[in-house]
């Protein structure tokens, strides 16, 4: 749907965002008969998958897992050409979803919402638009994504006499690269596919790295008839395991270090290792995040396979291979090559950790040092504000006028991920305190969060009430839970931005919920069939 007027709307729900979450969350409000709108300010659906369509954009979920569940035509429907499709092919597919389900109709794009405030008189929300909508709704349900609002952290991009492009918000006709001096800042899972992907391509490339990654190698079979069918065979399958592993993913942890000798761990991490996916990290040995031996073991594993990889080059090693944080407790990327294209004459790696980037110039990247490296193209891979910052960025107020932008600023807290106290009928997906902000296989805790939602209106409604808020008390009682469970493993005690830390002035919170995505989803079921008793029902 395309506007060009602004509207003046009276809806029961807007959904924000026009991703996975928000696609599925339109359509089972609307099942509900419920006049629901979602706003988008992207040019059409997909959420990150529309924005980060940048060279190697693709999954690191097996794609068969990534795809919704709740309707075996629609997942039999689609197939897959490989095991890890790219960034092309998974817009494809969210384009499928949309126009079997007949979602376009009820979608606003190029539409950003700029703010949202409650009235507690009337009991519903005003959202506006920068279109100059003005959207009066019941529920304003956020779909925002849990990695949608950039970093911009370095100055001086305006300058620079060349093309600079974010991972982001990568144009869809990209800058040429073909023979071409290309800097790229940033190696996170982003980074590592930029880089991967555009070696080859460029002129030069000089990769400017900061923070060692721990890298996997992917595996990525070419998936055609045989292959579609034996997943497509499995749907039941999945269907009943997905939702209740650790990481919603189909595999879980299937190993007890300390039933291994020696001799077996080995056997049992390279076999793992051998299946070139996120296995090595969500289904080896569950302990990688609990016990500080395990997970150095663990991590000397990974660490031995990437520095063979490096041929035994210091300067390579020292700035790739990570020495001071455990394997999994930063996000683990899946690589394609990565590590070899360091070996390529035509590519230099920049050690940036104690030589900071100062400022972007007109000719290049200018170090603290004073070192210029020249540049026709700047690709910035620098990381998402997650978790909060897509609605921080919203101007949210709810009873009396609070903020949501100075209350999370203050303190990151939520009910389950799922509201927050003296916001009522605000409802989210994908924010702090649950799986979905950060550690999980995102469709299938999106999936949960949506339904969950979607029983909650319903539930509401069939008892003749008309808002729902999250208690203080029950509020308490889950950010102490979220705490308890945090603090009795080891990702807390790292920095990336899985706390926040890479956000300056951020309060520090492990944002994902680390109980396992099994136990999410029964505490959240518990919740409703208990009727709700953390949230205030009027
Ligand atoms: P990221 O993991 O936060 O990485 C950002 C990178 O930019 C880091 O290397 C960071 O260094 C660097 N950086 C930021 N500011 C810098 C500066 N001023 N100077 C030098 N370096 C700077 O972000 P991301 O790579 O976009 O990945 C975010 C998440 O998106 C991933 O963890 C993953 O969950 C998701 N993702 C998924 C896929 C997939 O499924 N296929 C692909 C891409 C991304 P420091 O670490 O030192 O701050």
Not at 412 to 434: Q, S
Request: glycine share 10%; net charge negative; with cysteine.
């Amino acid at each position: 749907m395309t506007t060009t007027e602004p509207t003046t709307l009276e809806l029961d729900a807007v959904v924000l965002g026009a991703g996975v979450a928000g696609l599925y969350q339109l359509h089972q409000l609307r099942e509900q008969g419920l006049r629901v709108r979602a706003y988008d300010a992207a040019g059409d659906v997909g959420g990150t998958w529309w924005w980060n369509r940048y060279p190697g954009a693709r999954f690191d979920s097996e794609g068969y897992i990534y795809q919704y569940i709740f309707d075996e035509k629609l997942y039999k429907d689609w197939s897959w050409s490989q095991k890890f499709p790219g960034q092309p092919e998974i817009e494809q597919w969210l384009h499928y979803v949309t126009d079997r389900l007949d979602l376009r109709r009820d979608i606003q794009f190029g539409t950003r919402i700029t703010a949202a405030h409650w009235d507690d008189e009337r009991g519903r929300w005003t959202v506006h638009t920068d279109r100059g909508d003005v959207v009066d709704t019941q529920f304003f349900v956020s779909c925002a994504g849990m990695l949608s609002a950039p970093v911009k952290n370095i100055e001086g991009t305006d300058s620079f006499a060349g093309e600079l492009v974010f991972t982001s918000s990568y144009p869809e006709q990209g800058p040429d690269l073909a023979g071409r001096r290309v800097g790229v800042v940033g190696i996170g899972a982003t980074g590592i596919q930029v880089i991967q992907t555009i070696a080859p391509e460029v002129g030069h490339l000089t990769v400017f790295a900061r923070t060692p990654q721990y890298a996997l190698p992917m595996k990525n079979p070419t998936y055609g008839p045989a292959e579609q069918e034996w997943y497509k065979n499995r749907f039941d399958e999945l269907r009943s395991t997905i939702p209740h592993t650790f990481t919603g993913f189909e595999y879980d942890f299937e190993h007890a270090w300390a039933d291994c000798s020696p001799e077996k761990r080995q056997e049992i991490l390279e076999d793992i290792y051998q299946d070139g996916s996120l296995k090595l990290w969500l289904a080896s040995f569950g302990e990688i995040f609990f016990v500080e031996e395990i997970s150095e073991a663990v991590s000397e594993f990974v660490r031995t396979k990437m520095r063979e990889r490096l041929r035994g080059d210091q300067h390579l090693i020292d700035t790739l291979v990570p020495v001071d944080y455990g394997f999994g407790t930063h996000r683990v990327p899946l690589e394609n090559g990565y590590l070899e294209v360091y070996h390529r004459e035509n590519v230099n790696l920049v050690n940036v950790r104690d030589n900071p980037i100062a400022r972007i110039r007109p000719e290049g990247i200018e170090l603290t040092d004073g070192t210029v490296h020249e540049l026709d193209v700047i690709i910035l891979a620098t990381g998402f504000d997650a978790g909060t910052g897509a609605l921080t960025r919203i101007d949210v107020r709810g009873r009396d006028g609070r903020s949501l932008a100075e209350e999370w600023g203050r303190d990151i807290r939520t009910t389950m991920g799922l509201g927050k106290h003296g916001y009522p009928n605000l409802l989210t997906t994908a924010v702090p305190l649950a799986p979905s902000a950060a550690l999980c296989n995102m469709t299938t805790c999106l999936q949960q969060q949506t339904e969950w939602i979607t029983d909650a209106v319903r539930d509401l409604r069939a008892e003749g009430k008309s808002t729902i808020e999250p208690t203080a008390e029950g509020e308490d009682a889950w950010v102490a839970h979220h705490e308890e469970v945090a603090s009795s493993t080891l990702v807390p005690r790292t920095t990336s931005w899985y706390l926040g830390s890479n956000i300056p002035g951020k309060p520090r919170r492990l944002l994902s919920y680390i109980g396992g995505v099994g136990t999410y989803r029964q505490k959240c079921e518990e919740e409703a069939a208990a009727g709700y008793p953390a949230f205030a029902r009027r």
